[in-house]
């Protein structure tokens, strides 16, 4: 099994930044990737960003140029830099680890963007 706590969700303006972060324990070596999805009040829960073991990106066209997706393996965290926000970026941003076997949530940070 593995456990994901996220981190670093917050209130921020229109145009600033934010960086969350996810950090995983358990059974790490069952991963092949990791993701961030958001889900704003009414709506679906949606990809954001992911990034496989070997390092490929994958990103929501509504974040290309403003979003990064990165990971530390020593620390077994992966953060999601967030540049550029938008009122419509308001969301429960949540942590993702998939696997052959494995589909695991983090609880969500909330980030709110004020215009």
């Known amino acids: 099994q593995v456990q994901l706590v996220e981190s670093g969700g917050g209130l921020v303006q229109a145009g600033g930044s934010l960086r969350l972060s996810c950090a995983a324990s358990?059974?790490?070596?069952?991963?092949?990737?990791m993701g961030w999805y958001r889900q704003a009040p009414g709506k679906q829960r949606d990809l954001v960003a992911d990034i496989t073991s070997g390092g490929s990106t994958n990103y929501a066209d509504s974040v290309k140029g403003r979003f990064t997706i990165s990971r530390d393996s020593a620390k077994n965290t992966v953060y999601l830099q967030m540049n550029s926000l938008k009122p419509e970026d308001t969301a429960v941003y949540y942590c993702n680890a998939a696997g052959a076997v494995d589909n695991e949530w983090g609880r969500g940070t909330q980030v709110t963007v004020s215009s």
């Open positions: 358990g059974s790490i070596f069952r991963i092949n990737v």
